[in-house]
């Protein structure tokens, strides 16, 4: 049975830094696009970061709010585990943020939630101001 399970979240005052990890089990996802997506309540789920495994090629959301220059992903193959670490948080980044794996067909538009076949729960993050 495939897994993903995140941890890591928690609240934090605006500046602070927080580090989400993805632990996958069932299968490995090193040959697989993983990606971060959260969800704000009353809004839609929207993409965040991706890492594709050909390459190690990285991308961020392009949004007005966006997460480039403060959030960084990365994957460790060997722990089968993604991250997601989070520098100069705002309150706006207040959300329950969910990791997700591409499967077999692999993923095209990596902001399509979508394309993604596996998904955890999710970790709620909470910035205060």
């Known amino acids: 049975q495939v897994q993903l399970v995140e941890s890591g979240g928690g609240s934090v005052q605006a500046g602070g830094s927080l580090r989400l990890s993805c632990a996958a089990s069932?299968?490995?996802?090193?040959?697989?696009?993983m990606a971060w997506f959260r969800q704000a309540p009353g809004k839609e789920r929207e993409f965040v970061a991706a890492?594709?495994?050909?390459?190690?090629?990285?991308?961020?959301?392009d949004s007005a709010d966006s997460v480039k220059g403060r959030f960084t992903i990365s994957r460790d193959n060997a722990k089968n585990t993604l991250y997601l670490q989070m520098n100069t948080l705002r309150p706006e980044d207040t959300a329950n943020y969910y990791c997700s794996a591409g499967g077999t067909n692999g993923v095209r538009d990596l902001r399509r939630g979508e394309e993604y076949d596996y998904w955890g729960r999710g970790t709620q993050v909470t910035v205060s101001s």
């Open positions: 890492h594709r495994w050909s390459g190690g090629s990285t991308y961020y959301a």
């Open positions: 069932g299968r490995t996802f090193s040959r697989n696009t």
